[in-house]
């Protein structure tokens, strides 16, 4: 039946289905010879031949007629016509047709190849051979996901193949591993070698028991070695031998990211990585869980969904080495040794917060670590284990009291792992001794019976029994602590006594008992009586305190700061109640532990509230010199928002106004870390507002200045919020920057800073001066003077026109000093700044012949008057825009002034030499500094010399602070600008040594 044939009877599409075997079987006739002895002849590969003339152009026409829906069956049904066929020729000639209809464009070439690869069947090798030489053929004219497909079917295909291989069978395998090799070939470019390497490892993923046949090995290891150097490229090849240090780092913790199931690098992709990028790993989660501060660091790291914790086994493994680190050191190290400490207080906090964050099983981190101690014969750091398994159950007690009652199995539970592991080190056959209450270490001696105690006070509330009887080896022990209960110590033995923090820890949840300990140390800390001088907490009794313990006496002391302030609620909030000192360094080692939230949102907001401003100065001095360094940075953005609310009210002395300024000078310099951009971004979305100073141009500046040089250390030319937070800037307190420093900024932010904000041109406020000075001589009275600089205008200029008669041969007026008594801080700021740049605009270009002049008519205001601080002074100086010849006479100017200042140098000498280097860990640190300001008092309210100041209020007291110290941060921000102009002054070398 010829073509025509067909045409003429009308053979619908519909029918090709039907009529197709009829069709082949028709056109199709076998040799005579070979249909005769077919099961005797061997069947051989015959050349290349051209199918017969009459049959391809019926094939053509019914596959062209076929709709497309059914053409997967046609072709199908061909491919089951060809795969029966016996005779070796009649499988040639219907391969060569169909391959022939492929090239014509009238079948697709993926359809052929994938029914190919499904309807063959492998056993018959010849008929496997030609059809996957006919695969070959046309594999080219099929799509890249065609290939991932073909490639799909033929690891399928090689997966049921046996490892031992006939002979007979070698040749078909070989020919599929052809086919797998053109495929592959990146030359010849069928599909991205990346999907290809997707498709394989999707098919044999590593953690299943299945591998590549022998024979596609060499094949794919190619593919992988050809991938291997666009792989290094993307993972990097050292990746998981770097380690972040927190806190220093420039990169982002996102580099060290992990896949959150398989704790490996985050890769993309199934690229032939690495095994080191592939293995979880563990190394950088242990070395991220040994530093401090990393709570926030290891949901970073391991990639975890906060809202969807769960117990990683990972963790767990990591806490279990932390723990057995701290054994090795313990071992081998002495009772003086400060690492034991260190490292065990450490795995205390890593595995309460583990547990409270949902990261870990307690039960499974006991059992493991029981299971590691078993293999060794580190013994010596028990007592410091229980310590730390101490800090875990004063902690999880009080939260489960706060639920249901326990029951005597989860009493069980929690108490058995420990006892196991009690039972291995502890294998004592006497008991152990009553532990010495005047060395700190008796609380890790007798940490096991304190934690005996702990779970039998809580069986008993909860009406339970224990699960093992009191063992031996801790009866002296429990016996001694039941007698301390009832007669504890007073507040006179404190210091050399370690008891109360032991009976502490123990009965830190015991309301009663608790209550009664607490008032012992807080009676310490106040002094009792009161003219006694009292001590802090020794940093031993303080290490010795379990967390919970910590958490209950810092909440004491709050209580105890919250009644100061409420008791201070009287007219301007002058007359504080005394406030011990012993009881505030305390306190500000409790926050660098356990962290100032309570102590922002509750303590500072009700101290403000009630105008205790001596309380408040305090405070914000325990900010300055204590706890600066250790806050996080949402903390510290929410305490500068505080600071300069503070700063902001009209109504608070000048001595409280410069704490809060300093105070937020050094967070602000504090802030300069990668995490400051990602914190200031979150910040800005809500309001920016509040972290800059409506006030204060130097704090901005500062600020922009941190915000430059973090954007040049991260390499982050710009972010999308940087031009409306540059624009909120420059409009909260108005500044321009002058091209000398902007020629060092980022070049986003330098077109940001270019243009300059309203400011008072230098020939207007000449003229300004000049004008008040003509009125000032006009009058003849005091008083006359005082109610001309109460306007607004006039008093702008107040100091710049006093600043003009003293250069004119004049003395200070004592009117001068009485507009400056009754300014507002804030408002004497700003004329101090107008002052400054009338000094510095009316120097001559050479400004030599004026020079001493100036420089004594300044020491005199600042010394002689008290009209305002030298840090103040300098750190106006440093940081107002001047440029050109005003910018070298502005720095010659600080450069003498800190040079001749003898009482500066003075100061400055006598702290270096008095007070160690880690002053805040000093014991006599009060006597000291009391000793140091009295010898160098200081003033925060201008004065005459002899008269004094009749309106001066009482001077708050100053625990912590003192001239040399403030200037700390503001010799940070002056040494860039006077180091590569001349040598610097001794004074500021010792303060840059000091800050350094």
């Known amino acids: ?205 590593p953690d299943k028991n299945r591998s590549v046949h022998w024979i596609l090995q060499e094949e794919i290891d190619k593919l992988e070695s050809s991938m291997r150097t666009t792989a290094d490229l993307v993972s990097g090849i050292v990746h998981p031998y770097l380690r972040p240090v927190l806190g220093v780092s ?65 963790v767990e493994d990591a806490l279990v080495r932390l723990g057995m680190v701290a054994m090795e050191i313990t071992e081998g190290a002495s009772e003086e040794d400060e690492r034991v400490f260190e490292v065990w207080s450490h795995f205390a906090s890593q595995l309460v917060f583990s547990y409270f964050l949902q990261l870990v099983s307690i039960t499974a981190v006991l059992n493991k670590l029981q299971g590691k101690l078993s293999h060794c014969s580190h013994r010596k750091g028990r ?164 967390m919970h313990a910590k958490i209950r ?76 360094l250790q806050l996080q940075f949402s903390y510290r953005f929410q305490l500068l928002q505080q600071l300069h609310t503070v700063a902001g009210v009209s109504i608070i002395p000048n001595q409280l106004f410069i704490t809060a300024e300093s105070a937020a000078l050094r967070l602000i310099q504090a802030l300069n870390s990668p995490e400051f951009l990602n914190q200031l971004a979150k910040q800005f979305s809500v309001d920016p507002k509040p972290l800059l100073s409506t006030e204060s141009e130097e704090l901005n500046r500062v600020f922009v200045l941190v915000l430059a040089k973090t954007l040049h250390i991260s390499n982050m030319d710009t972010v999308a919020w940087l031009e409306p937070f540059m624009k909120v800037v420059l409009t909260s307190a108005p500044h321009f920057w002058p091209d000398s420093t902007l020629a060092f900024f980022p070049p986003a932010l330098r077109q940001l800073c270019s243009t300059p904000s309203l400011t008072d041109s230098k020939g207007i406020l000449l003229k300004k001066v000049e004008d008040e000075v003509k009125k000032f001589r006009g009058k003849t009275s005091e008083g006359e003077v005082v109610q001309m600089f ?63 002049i100036t420089i004594l008519r300044l020491r005199d205001l600042v010394w002689k008057y008290k009209l305002f601080p030298v840090e103040r002074l300098v750190l106006y100086m440093v940081l107002h825009g001047y440029e050109g010849r005003d910018a070298q006479n502005c720095l010659l100017l600080l450069q003498c002034l800190l040079v001749s200042s003898q009482e500066l140098r003075q100061q400055t000498s006598s702290l270096v030499k008095e007070v160690p280097a880690d002053y805040w860990s000093q014991p006599e640190w009060n006597q000291k500094h009391a000793a140091y300001l009295s010898q160098f008092p200081e003033s925060f309210q201008p004065e005459v010399p002899g008269i004094g100041s009749p309106s001066k209020p009482p001077a708050m007291p100053m625990y912590f602070g003192n001239l040399s110290l403030r200037f700390l941060p503001v010799s940070y921000t002056a040494a860039p600008c006077i180091a590569p102009s001349a040598p610097l002054p001794p004074p500021l070398r010792c303060w840059t040594w000091c800050y350094s």
């Open 1 to 205: 039946m010829a073509a025509s044939q067909v045409q003429e009877g009308g053979l619908a599409a519909s029918q090709v289905g039907a009529n197709i075997s009829a069709l082949l079987e028709a056109y199709l006739t076998d040799e005579p010879l070979e249909s005769l002895f077919h099961g005797c002849v061997k069947q051989v590969l015959v050349s290349e031949r051209s199918p017969r003339p009459e049959l391809l152009p019926t094939l053509q026409f019914l596959f062209s007629a076929a709709a497309q829906e059914t053409m997967p069956a046609h072709v199908e049904q061909y491919v089951k016509f060809v795969a029966i066929q016996n005779n070796h020729q009649r499988v040639v000639r219907l391969l060569e047709l169909l391959a022939t209809l492929v090239a014509s464009g009238i079948i697709k070439a993926r359809l052929v190849c994938e029914t190919i690869l499904r309807c063959v069947d492998p056993s018959k090798e010849a008929t496997w051979q030609e059809a996957l030489k006919v695969v070959r053929r046309i594999v080219g004219g099929v799509d890249y996901k065609g290939c991932r497909d073909l490639i799909r079917c033929i690891l399928d295909h090689f997966e049921r193949q046996p490892r031992a291989i006939p002979e007979h069978k070698l040749p078909a395998l070989l020919k599929g591993k052809d086919l797998l090799a053109y495929i592959l070939d990146r030359n010849a470019a069928l599909l991205p070698a990346y999907f290809a390497h997707d498709e394989i490892k999707r098919h044999f993923p």
């Open 383 to 546: 007592g410091w284990l229980m310590w730390a398994l101490l800090h875990f159950v004063t902690s999880t007690v009080q939260q489960k009291q706060q639920g249901s009652v326990q029951t005597q199995g989860s009493v069980q539970k929690e108490l058995v792992p420990i006892l196991n592991l009690f039972a291995l080190l502890y294998a004592d056959k006497e008991p152990l001794p009553v532990p010495d209450t005047s060395r700190p270490l008796c609380v890790q001696e007798s940490s096991m019976a304190s934690v005996w105690a702990v779970y039998a006070s809580k069986a008993e509330a909860d009406g339970v029994e224990l699960p093992r009887p009191t063992p031996h080896v801790l009866s002296e022990q429990l016996k001694w602590i039941y007698q301390q209960e009832d007669n504890p110590p007073r507040a006179s033995a404190i210091p050399g006594d370690y008891s109360v923090p032991l009976l502490l820890n123990i009965y830190s949840n015991n309301p009663e008992i608790s209550s009664q300990l607490l008032n012992i140390l807080l009676q310490a800390l106040v002094g009792s009586p009161p003219d006694s001088t009292p001590l802090p907490l020794p940093l031993p009794a303080l290490n010795t305190l379990a």
């Open 790 to 852: 109460a306007e607004a205008e006039s008093a702008a200029v107040c100091l710049c026109v006093m600043w003009r008669l003293l250069m004119d041969g004049s003395s200070v007026h004592l009117a001068f000093i009485k507009v400056a008594q009754r300014s507002q801080p804030k408002k004497l700021a700003a004329y101090m700044r107008k002052m400054v740049d009338y000094i510095i605009f009316t120097l001559p270009p050479d400004p030599t012949s004026q020079l001493n």
């Open 553 to 628: 006496l810092m909440e004491k002391v709050k209580l105890h700061l919250v009644k100061v302030a409420e008791s201070a609620k009287q007219p301007q909030g002058m007359e504080t109640p005394p406030i011990s000192h012993a009881l505030l360094e305390t306190y500000s080692r409790l926050l660098v532990w356990l962290g100032t939230r309570n102590f922002q949102t509750q303590l500072i907001p009700v101290v403000f509230k009630s105008q205790a401003w001596g309380l408040l100065h305090v405070l914000l001095e325990v900010i300055c010199y204590r706890v600066h």
């Open 250 to 314: 420039n990169i982002s913790l996102s580099a060290w990211k992990l896949d959150p199931v398989k704790h490996c690098c985050a890769l993309k992709g199934l690229l032939p990585y690495r095994d080191s990028l592939l293995k979880p790993q563990e190394d950088l989660l242990l070395h991220v869980m040994a530093q401090p501060n990393c709570r926030d660091a290891v949901h970073s790291v391991l990639g975890m969904n906060r809202q969807q914790l769960q117990p990683s086994a990972m």
